[in-house]
Every structure is written in structure tokens, then in C-alpha cells.
């Protein structure tokens, strides 16, 4: 059965980073685009990042431009998120998605086979 799971989330400072991974399993996802999506307290899950299949075209949320890279390695089926200078804001559930209809890179109606999250703390 195909999934994706993140690692990486922890509690961090402000102006620190952290790596998140999201390694796929059950199939290859190399043919996907891949995003990045994150759900803070009380909020909607939000675009943050992705990715084509290539690697040679990436997408980001204004709010992590310049501030976040996201990066993939298909012989590692898997795919990255560099976050630094994070801060409070940053604070979310982080989770990883395939993009399977190819429309609006940033709404998440267009990804599917969802990871579980993982948790990404900010302190200031």
C-alpha cells in the first residue's frame, strides 16, 4: 500500500532550522509532484511548498520564500523540506502529499495519499 511519512518535526527557537523528510513506501512517487502542507492550532491547512517530479521547478508560500528549500532524491523516494530562520509562526503539523491532479500547485484538493504530519514547534 503506497504511503508517505515525515519525520523531522521537534521543538526548536526561533531562528533555528530543522530538515523535515517524507519518504514514500509501497510505490515510487519519482512521476509526482510532491508538496508540502502545513495545519496550525485552530486554523486550515495551509500550501507551503512543492515540488515537480524533475526537481527543476519548485513552488513556495510567500510566508517561506526565501526561508524554506524544498529539495527531492527519487533513487530515495523521498522528498525534503529545509526550514531556517523559523519562527513562532512556523509552529504547525507539517505534512507531505502527491500531487495526482495536475491543477492549482498550492490547493490541496489536488494532492492525495496524505503522510501523517509531523510537528514542528517554534518558541520565541
Known amino acids: 500500500q503506497a504511503r508517505l511519512e515525515e519525520s523531522g518535526g521537534g521543538l526548536v527557537q526561533a531562528g533555528d532550522s530543522l530538515r523535515l523528510s517524507c519518504a514514500a513506501s509501497g510505490r515510487s512517487f519519482s512521476s509526482y509532484g510532491m508538496g508540502w502542507f502545513r495545519q496550525a492550532p485552530g486554523k486550515e491547512r495551509e500550501f507551503v511548498a512543492a515540488?515537480?517530479?524533475?526537481?527543476?521547478?519548485?513552488y513556495y508560500a510567500d510566508s517561506v520564500k526565501g526561508r524554506f528549500t524544498i529539495s527531492r532524491d527519487n533513487a530515495k523516494n523521498t522528498v525534503y523540506l529545509q526550514m531556517t530562520s523559523l519562527k513562532p509562526e512556523d509552529t504547525a503539523v507539517y505534512y507531505c502529499?502527491?500531487?495526482?491532479?495536475?491543477?492549482?500547485?498550492?490547493?490541496?484538493?489536488?494532492?492525495?495519499?496524505w503522510g501523517q504530519g509531523t510537528q514542528v514547534t517554534v518558541s520565541s
Open positions: 515540488i515537480t517530479w524533475s526537481g527543476d521547478g519548485t
Open positions: 502529499a502527491a500531487r495526482v491532479v495536475l491543477l492549482d500547485w498550492a490547493e490541496e484538493v489536488n494532492y492525495a495519499f
